[in-house]
DNA sequence: ATATGATCATGC
DNA sequence: GCATGATCATAT
């Protein structure tokens, strides 16, 4: 496959992500060479990385944005044909060690999402991967409404874990945000301590944003243009 | 095991 | 129907 090169700023980005809506899936892989899957069971995060691909962010899996320098993350969202996220977003693992001195301004939570180049898909399962179209991608960073609700879930979670009750946490839990496992499989194991302070093992968890946060985001950027 | 990229699929 | 819990691939 080709290799495409970073963006210099943010509105090359934008330029580039906005140049692919309305292509189809194949579309875009055929230019960069890549082979589309027949379904999505093994490579669950391959339209991520062909986003990222043809729009040149760094490659591997380095802890850093898709776009060092210009400070942006970039995130599919699978959506339907009306507008609606179909799935939850993933957005990082959630520590459940090392919480001491952790508060939300300096947290991996909010440093991740304070700036995103989202790009929606028409993402419906009946549609054939080669098939699903871009919408219209957007450059997002929290308002103060927004930070104050992942703020409050985030503290919450955190405060649950910090307590050592993390196996009590489900994905109930949060308005916007919910923590969930985030792992190859149940036998996966990491760190954490119990509510006598005491470490066992337990299944790593990720923070997701729920679709009811991301429906929002869509819906902001349909109406004002 | 942890980071990256997420969606699958079953229970409710 | 859809959200929660479970899972898949790859790189380090």
């Not at 060479?33 to 995060?45: A, R, S, T």
């Not at 962010?57 to 609606?84: Q, R, T, V």
């Not at 489900?170 to 916007?176: F, L």
Request: glycine residues 8%; proline residues 7%.
């Amino acid at each position: 496959m080709a290799l495409t090169l970073p963006p210099n700023d943010e509105q090359e980005l934008l330029t580039r992500a906005q140049a692919l809506s309305g292509l189809t899936l194949g579309e875009i892989a055929r230019k960069a060479g890549i082979q589309v899957p027949k379904n999505l069971n093994k490579e669950k995060g391959w339209i991520g990385l062909l986003l990222e691909h043809v729009l040149g962010a760094s490659a591997g899996s380095k802890p850093e944005p898709d776009f060092p320098s210009l400070g942006i993350e970039l995130k599919s969202l699978p959506i339907n044909y009306s507008g609606k996220p179909l799935e939850t977003t993933f957005v990082c693992v959630a520590p459940l060690v090392g919480l001491t001195g952790v508060i939300w301004e300096n947290s991996h939570l909010k440093n991740k999402l304070a700036r995103v180049l989202w790009v929606p898909v028409i993402s419906e399962r009946e549609i054939p991967i080669a098939e699903r179209i871009v919408a219209t991608p957007f450059i997002w960073s929290p308002n103060i409404e927004e930070e104050q609700q992942l703020a409050q879930d985030w503290q919450e979670l955190t405060d649950m874990i910090v307590l050592g009750k993390v196996e009590q946490i489900t994905g109930k839990h949060g308005d916007i945000l919910q923590l969930r496992p985030k792992a190859a499989n149940s036998s996966v194991k990491t760190k954490a301590f119990n509510h006598k302070g005491e470490p066992f093992l337990t299944l790593p968890r990720g923070f997701y944003l729920k679709t009811v946060f991301t429906q929002r985001l869509i819906h902001q950027h349909l109406r004002v243009e």
